[in-house]
């Protein structure tokens, strides 16, 4: 599954920085992540960076997402190719 960034964000800028993909920005009111650029750290980090460092812990896996770990690694694989 991808990741996601729920209302309980204080948009402390943390969780950005951290994330190797690229798949965190400003939303409208809150960080947004990208679920196209999400693999969880897969490929980079035994643990998603974003959740490790989010002093709220809003940062759930994203039902309307849902991948298996192979999936997260493919698309790992796919954004580190396409220099991402």
């Not at 991808?2 to 993909?21: F, G």
């Not at 750290?41 to 709220?56: K, L």
């Not at 849902?66 to 220099?83: D, H, N, S």
């Amino acid at each position: 599954m991808a990741l996601m960034i729920t209302d309980e964000c204080i948009n402390c800028d943390v969780c950005e920085p951290e994330c190797p993909n690229g798949a965190i920005s400003q939303g409208e009111e809150i960080y947004v992540i990208d679920p196209n650029l999400c693999t969880e750290c897969v490929g980079h980090y035994d643990t998603p960076q974003c959740v490790e460092v989010c002093p709220v812990d809003c940062i759930p896996k994203d039902p309307d997402h849902q991948e298996t770990e192979a999936e997260l690694r493919a698309k790992y694989e796919r954004l580190i190719a396409g220099g991402a």
